[in-house]
């Protein structure tokens, strides 16, 4: 294995958050999920400027975009996630070789 893939998204509260770990992480190919809390975001809808409270998960994954994108529109609560990678250099030996003893 050359390398990991880091995939960035958002989610409300905590319950949902956990429950779309949970299935990120039954999914074959995610290895670990980093879990950020209480992100307050600011966001323009409908003409309005909105705030909400947030969680943003980093996804380490051997799975591509494509994949990746496709499970979590059928899986994550809100109706349009945010979804994007985030482009990495190389990752150390030590932790792609745990990575793949993980999978």
Known sequence: MEKINIFYTTTSNEIVTEKLVQNLLNKKGVVCVNIIKNVKSFYKEDGKIME??????????ILNKNDLEEFLTEVHPY??????EILTGKT?????EWVEKNL
């Open 52 to 61: 909400s409270l947030e969680s943003v998960l980093l996804i380490k994954t």
């Open 79 to 84: 109706e349009t996630p945010f979804v994007t």
């Open 92 to 96: 150390n030996k030590d932790y792609l």
